[in-house]
């Protein structure tokens, strides 16, 4: 056993003298969930997923949110262990280790904080005197305050007209999440007249990205937002450059056209070339920074400084909710444990994410990186080798597109994928047409129940060509409508539901390290001294 | 043994008396593959993968590109034994079979006849004295003629004005292969001065899809391309009505406003609600409709019909070369044949698609519904039970962009995911800026033969964080710049991959039956008859 990080005795009670950090198959419940699952004769929906059922197991989320896992493959005796497992391995007692500022990030020996951006749940983090809550939240009244005066005119282009669109510049954490947040409150924000702003995003290294992002914006009236916590991305400043050199040529003045969102001690703070910096941290990492400036730049300037302190709010009160230790009352715990459940124990290897919502078109992208990104790790948090699976492949689109294409393997493929569905009562722009008797979002939500009883329950048929087997286990993330407090709360579900995953399995889930090795063979390439006979064969063929 | 399907005589010879439709467990290739994997130490990457292997293992492709295998874990033994299956399940005889109009789709009892589309490779297909060929080239005549006849201005919207903008009405196959089609050659059209409309989508059911872009387009000089093979599909039929109510009140007349895409034999068809109706017919699948007027008719608007007939030839040369018996010298064959490997005797469950080409971004999507919608299937082609593992689950985004997300999972993850990279010499628009030496398109570059290398390779690191186990197999497809043509050769390598591979796995790779009974379910709750208490209780929660 591995017992390097000493608990917190203040802001919480832990609950135990020594917290103990355990490679996942060392644990009693390991063993218990294996036995268990080897005895197990599958679920049998058919006769087990009924109107009670559905009604029974429903755990309330944030911001009115409820996650329903009656279409899990989960029985009582397996949920006996899974809180057996959440007591074993502490998980609600890492939790609060986290909030409380212990350094939970064990390779880059750092904190983790994103937490702290949209609430104090712990105890203050102080460092060196410094309050780090205050800090974030002086930045996010600076930005909130910079966007309000954007809006009120304070800030125009550098040919004097007002501001109608802004671009952010950044890749990876600080493009997806942002990218997917924008999307999904764009159509909100038109329906309440609350959106101020256009927004658009360049963040791949290929010119193309940006060429076509620059001739369909009008230069006088964008403010860029440069974003990279380090202001040493390689895509990033390419990009930077790409549209400096175009307001150049258009004779505009980039210092009036783009602000930095960034660490206090990169090279892009307190720099001239910007209106403005906004600053993050260490402790924030990439994928986790939607809830900082990375997100809330962008995002107040496009719809407002309220429109993001809701996502804000919602996503504390997720937060919130998290430290609840039964796992019955807990979203994001009982989600993760599932997922456990479902990798390590029924041996699946994926997980779809499929929201009936078209706001949420690249929800699935932003959590593909934020779930592959964390827990796609083979040695635990001491940089020891591990003997179990971590993390899944999660990818998925919008319904009902997906049903279109893909779900014909979901349904009749030889291997099970684990569904999560998302949906919403209401759709957000509340414009709609009725054919057949039904409104589309009746139509789209109807889709969305008869999925998930046709993955559980299948359908025999004498002719197997249409024969459904079922046993296609499903959640269901279910509220009224995709608001900024929604939003919140269903980013901070997921990004706890890592955050337990990742304590489970022993692993950090806060460093990338597996990041690094084709950044270090890149730079190599372009150095021109590979020393790889195969690497430069491969860079001739692409024409280096 | 089965053998239902008598081999045609004309067009081609077929290689044996009669053809064989065999479950793939049951040929002598299967179990000799299966002993040699077992036996299989690995692929030592560190040694092998050298500037001689690049070089040599590689595969021309049509319009240029080529197939690099370099970084797949195959051997000479491993080639032969899949060779050996090639010539035993007759994978090229069943590929002439269907080409020469035999019902290869054998669930629907149709013929698969989308190459048909690109060009005639084996005999005149005749169905009840109907040429059916010239069927084909008679409506793309039709729609390239009416294509030009918009640009000249002979159709305009009903106040006058010439359109600007087209929107495709569909969903699945008439949504995400044309709309990947449009975003991969909308940057090159405008770079050749060839970009006559711009395109949007409508597709999910979600209200909230098709009022943002109603929103979003100029209605007056907005053209419809209404697509639905069957006329019935629920989606697209509330999206028409969605369009048409606005139309409508915007003083419109839809009729001047709509074309539409449909089988002969479907309502839409020569209905006065149109300006006019373009035809496929059965043997055209959904997903393998980007070739017909479902892709032909929005491309043609967006770029010129010119554009559209470069990406069929493109296309139509790639068939062609798919009909090359040995396996060195046939991209999609050895693609395919890679994937089983992979799939069955080294167990990798999915499949990552990575283009380095902005102008990609959405073709990971479409081959997404390609593949797993085409192979996603637990019988054979007969209805039978088989007892192997078929499509695997296919997922990915553009990189850079994806290096900064999901990477991290493929270096260091605890499952291997065979990854398809695929490059481009040149950007499409050929506006690059420099930074630190290098142009952003030789970063992007760069990148990728990087990532190459240290996915195959990996690093050793006495820090177990920090090392990289390697022995992550990946292919490129590479070529100078995304073209249409190009684009063909891309489209149609994948779409004979993914033949071929069904061909192995005995599967029909042109049904998709998984659909429906979500489908079923839908219409029964729409109708407030489902006879499930539990799909009730999940209605009632989403707002029924």
Redesign the interface.
Known sequence: MINNAPPSRAGFTIERDTMQYTNFDKIAAYRQLADYAAAWKGFDFRTA???????QCQTPMAAGL?Y?W?AKAVDAGALKLLQALVDEQELIAKYKALLNGEVINT?EKRKVLHQLLRGEQGQPVIENGKNIGEFYRKELQRLGDFANDVHAGKFKGSTGKAFTTVVQIG???S??GPRAMYLAL??WA?TEGVKKLDAKFI??????????IM?SVPLEQSLFVLVSKSGTT??T???E??VK?KLEKAGLDSAKHMVAVTSETSPLARNPAYLDSFYIDDYIG?RYSSSSAVGGCVLSLAFGPAAFREFLSGAAEADKLALEPDILKNAALLDALIGVWERNFLGY??TAVLP????LSRFP?HL??LD??S?????NRD????A????P???G?????G?????????????T?PLQFI?F?????G???T????????????????????F????SDS???????GGRPSS?I?GKRLTPAVLGSLLAHFENKVMFQGFVWNV?SF????????????K???AGNSG????????K????
Chains 1, 2 share one sequence.
């Open positions: 997923l009924d109107a009670g059922r559905v009604r409820c329903s009656a390779g890749i990876g954490g493009d997806l764009e159509n038109a963040s791949n290294v290929d010119p193309d990205d940006a060429a076509a001739a390689q895509e400043l390419a990009n450059l790409f050199n990439g290897p994926y009936y919502s078209q706001g992208a593909q990186q592959m990104e827990n796609g790790k083979r040695v940089g020891q080798p591990i179990y699976n971590t993390g492949v999660v990818f689109e919008p319904g009902t597109n049903q279109h294409s893909f779900y014909q393997l979901l349904h009749q493929g030889t291997s994928v949906g009562t209401e759709s957000q722009k414009d709609d047409v054919v057949d008797g039904s409104a589309s979002q009746t139509k789209l939500n109807a889709n969305l129940a008869a999925q998930i009883v046709a559980a329950k299948g359908q002719n197997l060509n249409k024969d459904f087997p269901l279910y950090n460093d990338q390290e597996g990041v690094q090795l084709g950044k270090i063979l890149t190599k390439v372009l790889d006979s195969a690497l430069d064969a491969y860079s063929m692409l024409g280096m």
